[in-house]
């Protein structure tokens, strides 16, 4: 679906999680998993600039968006009521693809797990065999636990300081669901963190797709303030050749 600008009502906002909120807009943006939106979050021109937030979850009549208050837009973003009206334009960049194997490892790194929760549900009405690994630093950076696990088959939550889950870095606990049967690998999270993904990807051989994060000023590539030198040394666009890549593109292969 081609992006487009629209005005859309706040329906609800509640809090999650620490300073992590779960935005809900009524309308239609048909977005796919990956995919992000652009937001007014003041109806002034102060702050001028939108920000990006990922498609948290998406149906034919609702949009939600979940982030953490980072700065001045999301702090004024969190003091929006149901009922007022957001500027919104989307959807925006290359989502996540649906692979060929039959079970899917879904990996989120903290707030990497915003665009997930719309992925798990796209995937498992495509069938697959879903394995979600979540970590976070403490147990207070889990949120929505009870939503994800009712989402895949196997649900992995990691802390690293053993406050809740297994103790110690996601990273640590996927090898065992891509033993075996064939899989299709997808993460969002830290850099480092997907570093690390893409390593188990290209000793396993599964195929696998990664969200990257980003500052964004336009959205659209124009500005070119969320470029990254790719393996092969050229320079791609967060906002418009991804934030979805395959993995070989960014670490190579």
Excluded: N
């Amino acid at each position: 679906m081609m992006p487009k600008k629209q005005q859309l009502v706040i329906s609800s906002q509640e809090q999650v999680g620490e300073a992590v909120f779960r935005l809900t807009l009524q309308g239609e943006v048909a977005a796919l998993p990956g995919q992000f939106v652009q937001v007014g979050v003041a109806p002034a021109l102060d702050p001028f600039l939108m920000r990006p937030f990922s498609v948290h979850d998406c149906s034919r009549d609702k949009l939600a968006l979940l982030y953490r208050i980072a700065g001045r837009g999301t702090k004024l973003l969190a003091r929006r009521q149901p009922g007022e009206l957001l500027t919104v334009i989307g959807p925006l960049g290359k989502g996540f693809p649906v692979g060929k194997a039959d079970r899917a490892v879904v990996v989120a790194g903290g707030m990497g797990v915003a665009p997930l929760l719309y992925l798990l549900r796209f995937l498992r009405g495509a069938g697959k065999d879903v394995a979600f690994f979540y970590g976070a630093k403490t147990a207070a950076g889990l949120v929505l636990q009870d939503t994800f696990r009712s989402l895949a088959g196997e649900y992995i939550a990691v802390t690293e300081d053993g406050s809740a889950g297994k103790k110690g870095f996601v990273t640590q606990f996927i090898r065992p669901a891509l033993a075996g049967k064939k899989a299709d690998l997808y993460a969002c999270g830290p850099f480092s963190m997907l570093r690390a993904v893409a390593a188990l990807a290209k000793d396993t051989g599964a195929d696998c797709y990664l969200s990257l994060e980003a500052r964004m000023a336009c959205g659209v590539g124009a500005c070119l303030g969320c470029v990254i030198r790719g393996a092969d040394g050229c320079w791609r666009r967060v906002c418009t050749d991804g934030p979805v890549f395959r993995a070989e593109e960014v670490f190579g292969r």
